[in-house]
């Protein structure tokens, strides 16, 4: 059971009121590490437990620039729930579903504490899998949703480097599925992507998250970087925990060459609009859109290795 509120409680943009800056493919919102981020904005002390949640820096930036003030905004596999609080803060409505018992009772908590401290009054948390957005219960939201945002998460119950990347997959697949005919024709989809490995390789999930989302009938609009690390200059401050560092040390005394992560993976997508075709011809190439001029890959902090199915080399 969540045990009150960490900190003061954050301070609210108005409803209405949108940053000036133009959309960029690197989100700076590394610049203060999560814990921080959590205690500042009045999440109950159980959240930092959910440790595959959006971080909420990123899920504001999201936030902000797929979405306008009053949209619905959905996480369709919520966790503790920093994308509902960020979008009630945002002055947007937020709808979650978990069917993870702890989650659901920290993201009530969250959403809670969230409007006790003036957020936007309308969100809600559903006990339940995606497949409840294809029930009764769903059906005011078809068409209405701006933004779906949400996060790969492994198997309820197992940690990423331990989790089968398939399974995972596929419950994401599924979701975005229950989720295609509620988005608004000109929508958008946004996946946050933590760097995950298998048996000791680096995955590429991004191309079969933008796979996954294709399928079921989204056009990939960007892929952006979301930083975990700080940005001092021309310098990247990791924010590598403890126990991270140890890992990575280990990996390397055994002849792995993992470096400490400063970067989640976001891929956007956008539902067509209503005169637009739901998918690619046939045999045409899948292309991205960015914001700002191209990047090097980053999954792990300094890598740019050629990637091959699942696995990217190290």
Not at 270 to 277: K, T, V
Not at 290 to 297: E, I, L, T, Y
């Amino acid at each position: 059971m969540c045990d009150g509120v960490v900190g003061s409680g954050p301070r609210y943009r108005p409803v209405g009121e949108e940053p000036a800056t133009a959309a960029l493919s690197v989100w700076p919102t590394g610049q203060h590490d999560e814990i921080s981020q959590l205690r500042d904005g009045g999440y109950v002390a159980d959240t930092a437990a959910d440790t595959e949640r959006v971080v909420p820096a990123v899920a504001a930036s999201a936030i902000a620039d797929y979405s306008t003030p009053g949209e619905v905004v959905l996480d369709p596999d919520c966790g503790a729930g920093t994308v509902l609080v960020e979008a009630l803060r945002a002055g947007r409505h937020a709808v979650g579903l978990t069917p993870n018992a702890r989650w659901w009772n920290t993201a009530r908590a969250n959403v809670t504490a969230a409007k006790r401290h003036g957020a936007w009054r309308d969100g809600c948390v559903l006990d339940g899998d995606p497949r409840l957005l294809a029930s009764v219960r769903a059906a005011g939201m078809a068409g209405r949703v701006g933004l779906v945002l949400t996060a790969l998460r492994p198997r309820a119950g197992s940690v990423v480097d331990d989790a089968d990347p398939a399974h995972a997959m596929a419950r994401l697949t599924h979701a975005l599925r229950q989720c295609r005919p509620l988005v608004r024709p000109g929508g958008h989809v946004v996946i946050t992507l933590r760097p995950w490995r298998h048996g000791g390789a680096l995955l590429d999930l991004p191309s079969r998250v933008l796979a996954a989302g294709q399928a079921v009938g989204f056009l990939p609009a960007a892929r952006c970087v979301a930083m975990l690390g700080e940005l001092r200059g021309s310098r990247v401050v990791t924010r590598a925990s403890l126990a991270e560092r140890r890992a990575a040390a280990r990996d390397r005394a055994a002849g792995v060459p993992t470096l400490l992560s400063v970067h989640h993976d976001v891929l956007v997508f956008r539902a067509p609009a209503l005169a637009e075709p739901a998918t690619l011809a046939a045999g045409e190439p899948p292309s991205l859109v960015v914001s700002a001029p191209p990047r090097p890959h980053a999954t792990d902090a300094g890598t740019d290795a050629a990637r091959d199915g699942w696995v990217r080399a190290a």
